[in-house]
Nanobody, 124 residues
Framework: QVQLVESGGGLVQAGDSLRLSCAAS????????MGWFRQAPGKEREFVAA????????LYANSVKGRFTISRDNAKNTAYLEMNSLKPEDTASYYC?????????????????WGQGTQVTVSS
């Protein structure tokens, strides 16, 4: 069964760091662009970061640029989102997504596969 499973969320204080993981199964992971999106209560899902299927290009939302880093380990079929200098406004459910042969896209519609999400809560 094709699955994307996020992990690594939690409750942290402002200024702390977290690393989210997205483990993929039953797909040829190296052929997929990976994206991270987030959704806060009462708000629409928003783009956070993306990495090209080749690993050669990344894209970030302005709100996280310089604080978050997306990466991938094809040998482990896993994508990561390293989050530093966390702020209360980063509080949301974080979702990973996959797009076959995809570029680094900020459009949710570009991604066919989605995980169930992991909660990140940043206290002030």
């Amino acid at each position: 069964q094709v699955q994307l499973v996020e992990s690594g969320g939690g409750l942290v204080q402002a200024g702390d760091s977290l690393r989210l993981s997205c483990a993929a199964s039953e797909i040829t992971f190296s052929r997929y662009a990976m994206g991270w999106f987030r959704q806060a209560p009462g708000k629409e899902r928003e783009f956070v970061a993306a990495i090209h299927w080749s690993g050669g290009g990344t894209l970030y939302a302005n709100s996280v640029k310089g604080r978050f880093t997306i990466s991938r380990d094809n040998a482990k079929n896993t994508a990561y989102l390293e989050m530093n200098s966390l702020k209360p406004e980063d509080t949301a459910s974080y979702y990973c997504a996959a797009a076959l042969w995809g570029a680094s896209s900020a459009r949710p519609g570009a991604y066919r596969l989605w995980g169930q999400g992991t909660q990140v809560t940043v206290s002030s």
